[in-house]
């Protein structure tokens, strides 16, 4: 079955940085577009980022580019988020998720993990 573990999320200062990491499993991970996703208190989930099968092309909601990047190791099987410049409002928990066959760039998960808590503050 699919399996999608996340790590790194954690407590961090304004203004600093912090990588998320997503190890899967159970399925073929090179076929399949990935993205993040999070939920902030009281808010729906929100779309992130998306990567393509390959790695080199990947898209953004409009609050974080610039400042996260995507990546992902179709050897390795995982995903990361290399998030920078992080703020208040980044606060959330954020979810590795899969995308279904030929899904949209910005389209709701099929699946994804239990997620990792992100806050942001001083």
């Known amino acids: 079955q699919v399996q999608l573990v996340e790590s790194g999320g954690g407590l961090v200062s304004p203004g600093r940085s912090l990588r998320l990491s997503c190890e899967t499993s159970g399925f073929t991970f090179v076929n399949y577009r990935m993205a993040w996703v999070r939920q902030a208190p009281e808010k729906g989930l929100e779309w992130l980022a998306t990567?393509?099968?390959?790695?080199?092309?990947?898209r953004y909601t409009d609050s974080v580019k610039g400042r996260f990047i995507i990546s992902r190791d179709n050897v390795k099987k995982t995903i990361s988020l290399q998030m920078n410049s992080l703020q208040p409002e980044d606060t959330a928990v954020y979810y590795c998720?899969?995308?279904?066959?030929?899904?949209?760039?910005?389209?709701?998960?099929?699946?994804r993990g239990q997620g990792t808590q992100v806050t942001v503050s001083s």
């Open positions: 998720a899969k995308l279904k066959f030929g899904a949209t760039w910005n389209e709701s998960p099929e699946y």
């Open positions: 990567i393509s099968t390959d790695g080199f092309t990947s």
